[in-house]
Structures are given as C-alpha cells and as structure tokens.
C-alpha cells in the first residue's frame, strides 16, 4: 500500500471519527490543536486504524499514556530528558523536534500526533 494510499484511509478514518471534513486532514494537522479531537476520541481512532488496515496496536503504541505517573518521565508540568527519551523511543512515527528544542509543557504532547505521525505509524505497522 502507497503512502497516499495510507493517508486517504486516515483521512476517512479520521473524517468518520472526528467528523472532520476531509479537506482539513492535511498532513501537518495535529488530531488535538487542528482537529478537535479529545482522549475519547483517541479510542475511536485506534479501533477506526485497527478494523481499517487489519492490524492491532496494543495499549500505549500509538498515543502515549501513563506520562504524569512517573516522575522521571514528568517534573513541574513539564517532559524530562528521560520522559523525552522514552516516548522517542516509544513513538518513532512521531516528529519530536519542535518538542525537544523547546517548550515541553506536557499538556502540548497530544499537539505533536499529527495526521502524517498517523500515516508514519501505519506504515511502520503495515512493514512489521
């Protein structure tokens, strides 16, 4: 399957689960910031990828979680090195660079999955 191929099916996947017109699943939009979408919907996306692409993602593979119950990942409302690490390794499909030069507020995380970091995800699962 094409890359382009991958990003119509998550623009249907994401204009189905967000209600979202398919003209705003750009690839630089972000799910939270640009799309509306909130925790909720986070569930209905996963489901919404594994039923389209016929594959499963565990809990925590796509969208990071449990970050705020570890004080090495979290201090003061903000990532650490070692947080930053973490979910780099965690989350290759995601573009951490505007995130690790400068603000790490934690509440800006769900600004970094975009509509292409989806797009990297399914095409880091579809060659696995």
Same mark, same amino acid.
């Given at each position: 399957?094409?890359?382009?191929?991958?990003? =119509? $099916?998550?623009?249907?996947?994401?204009?189905?689960? &967000? #209600?979202?017109?398919?003209?705003? !699943?750009?690839? =630089?939009?972000? +799910?939270?910031?640009?799309?509306?979408?909130?925790?909720? %919907?986070? +569930?209905?996306? !996963?489901?919404? &990828? =594994?039923?389209?692409? %016929?594959?499963?993602?565990?809990?925590?593979?796509?969208?990071?979680? #449990?970050?705020?119950?570890? =004080?090495?990942?979290?201090?003061? #409302? $903000?990532?650490?090195?070692?947080? +930053?690490?973490?979910?780099? /390794?965690?989350?290759?499909?995601?573009?951490?660079?505007?995130?690790?030069?400068?603000?790490? %507020?934690?509440? $800006?995380?769900? /600004? +970094?999955?975009? !509509?292409?970091?989806?797009?990297?995800?399914?095409?880091?699962? &579809?060659? #696995?």
């Amino acid at each position: 399957m094409s890359r382009d191929e991958i990003f =119509e $099916k998550i623009q249907e996947v994401l204009d189905d689960a &967000l #209600g979202v017109d398919e003209d705003e !699943v750009t690839p =630089e939009a972000s +799910l939270t910031a640009d799309l509306g979408a909130e925790s909720i %919907d986070f +569930l209905d996306i !996963v489901f919404r &990828l =594994e039923k389209t692409f %016929d594959f499963k993602i565990s809990q925590g593979e796509l969208f990071p979680e #449990g970050l705020t119950d570890n =004080e090495e990942w979290v201090a003061d #409302g $903000k990532l650490t090195d070692a947080g +930053l690490s973490m979910l780099q /390794d965690r989350m290759a499909h995601v573009d951490f660079d505007a995130f690790s030069a400068g603000n790490r %507020d934690i509440s $800006k995380i769900g /600004d +970094l999955i975009t !509509v292409d970091s989806l797009v990297n995800f399914v095409e880091i699962k &579809l060659a #696995g």
